[in-house]
């Protein structure tokens, strides 16, 4: 008769096995847990393994688990929990009374883990506490009871009890971490607009934390190339990074790359990492133009001691080549050759001014013509002392006078 009735459950118990793998509750195991979890064995029918009762606590609850193995489920579980193992609910003679218990669950279809929760708020902390933990399980074999290995009732029962010492639970020291630029060197381009530099909080982010960063003038400087630094960044509660831009200055000047560093110079509510600087580049953008160069159209000038159809005037022109931005200015000396100022030519020596865009520049020799046959005669010109500009070739001219007297 047994056998015929463990016959009928068998494909009973096969799908409560196959159903308890999708619809097992998930336990609310402790999230914060104190000290070690103690663990037993789970014995049915007072000698079969059938797995295992975890007591574990954390600072505000005692959780009671229960796990079968192998092809055996849970149906019922009954649980009590007692400061002294008197207290625990039994007969007079010590019997435990699992239908008493304070704790209890029905399961169908059957599980393989139950988690109970008992509320640790009025218990003194760091108590003993004992804990009956009795269930009922199921298998192809048929049905059994349970009890989580422990001490024995003093009645005739086999039922059992566990002695658990409450975990203490100290909260682990806040780690506010450490702060860091992570960055050691960053390029930009002259016309980018900004730089963004990340500041980066690790190894813990508890609390918060207040960083200062300052720029330092290397070979840029504050004012014409950047905006100058001068950050307070505030990381609150959890936060692991932050972003500072930091804008860029761009010009028209054509000039070699520039540096300026961002450090951080302070912090308060965490630490200050090693990489603590990050070395900024300006990378200039604006074209290299050739640089402006001032000489004379040519090196020979000549006239007829009479002059010409046109006169007796020479304009010598000077001309600016390269770039002509901005104001440029030279030096023009006039030295007397073989030819005598006053008496063979008039001239007045100076300074050529050239103006923002100005390229030609130009100055008048006067010929002064005479009765007297006598050789050709020259003039030496020449360009010194530049301003905004250098000297370009030719540099020097010569300005022949030429005789048209015949010789007696």
């Known amino acids: 008769m047994t056998n015929c009735k463990v016959d009928s459950l068998r494909p009973v118990i096969l799908i409560l096995i ?19 979890i103690m663990e037993t064995a789970l014995i049915a029918g007072q000698n079969i393994p059938v797995g295992s ?34 207290d625990l609910k039994q007969t007079s003679k010590g019997n435990a009374v699992p239908g008493r218990f304070g704790y209890q669950s029905e399961h169908d279809p059957a599980v393989t883990t139950v988690t109970h929760t008992i509320d640790l708020t009025s218990w003194p902390p760091d108590s003993n506490i004992y804990v009956a933990a009795h269930c009922v399980v199921v298998s192809a074999s048929g049905s059994e009871t349970a009890w989580g290995e ?19 639970c100290e909260l682990p020291p806040p780690d506010p971490g450490i702060i860091e630029l992570p960055q050691s060197e960053i390029e ?15 190894s813990g982010s508890d609390g918060q934390a ?13 004012g014409d190339d950047y905006e100058a630094v001068n950050n307070v960044v505030i990381f609150e509660d959890g936060e692991t990074e932050k972003s500072v831009e930091v804008y860029i200055l761009d010009d028209l000047q054509d000039e070699m790359d520039e540096l300026f560093t961002v450090q951080i110079s302070s912090v308060t509510g965490a630490q200050m990492g090693p990489n603590n600087t990050t070395t900024c580049t300006i990378i200039d953008d604006d074209a290299t133009q050739d640089p402006s160069t001032i000489s004379f159209v040519e090196d020979f000038f000549s006239m007829n001691e009479s002059g010409d159809e046109t006169g007796n005037i020479i304009h010598i022109n000077v001309v600016r080549q390269g770039s002509s931005d901005g104001q440029a200015s030279v030096e023009c000396f006039i030295m007397e050759g073989s030819a005598t100022l006053g008496i063979d030519f008039n001239a007045m020596p100076g300074v050529l001014v050239f103006e923002d865009g100005e390229t030609v520049k130009s100055f008048d020799i006067e010929i002064l013509d005479d009765t007297e ?30 005789d048209n007297d015949e010789l007696n």
């Not at 688990?65 to 009954?78: K, V």
């Not at 046959?373 to 030429?402: H, R």
């Open 18 to 36: 196959l159903l308890s793998v999708v619809l097992a509750p998930v336990a609310g195991r402790a999230q914060n847990n104190c000290g070690e």
């Open 53 to 86: 009762v975890t007591i574990e606590n954390d600072e505000h609850n005692l959780y009671v688990t229960y796990q079968t193995d192998g092809n055996w489920l849970i149906t019922e579980t009954h649980l009590d929990v007692a400061l002294q193992p008197e």
């Open 150 to 168: 422990g001490l024995d009732f003093p009645g005739n029962n086999w039922a059992m009890y566990i002695a658990y010492a409450l975990q203490s």
């Open 188 to 202: 930009v381009q002259e016309d980018a607009v900004k730089i963004t530099l990340q500041l980066i909080r690790t």
């Open 210 to 222: 207040t960083v200062t960063l300052q720029s330092s003038d290397i070979t840029a400087t504050a």
């Open 373 to 402: 046959s006598e050789p050709d005669e020259t003039i030496a010109l020449q360009l010194m002392n530049p301003v905004g500009a250098q000297i370009g070739s030719p540099s020097s001219a010569m300005v022949v006078i030429l």
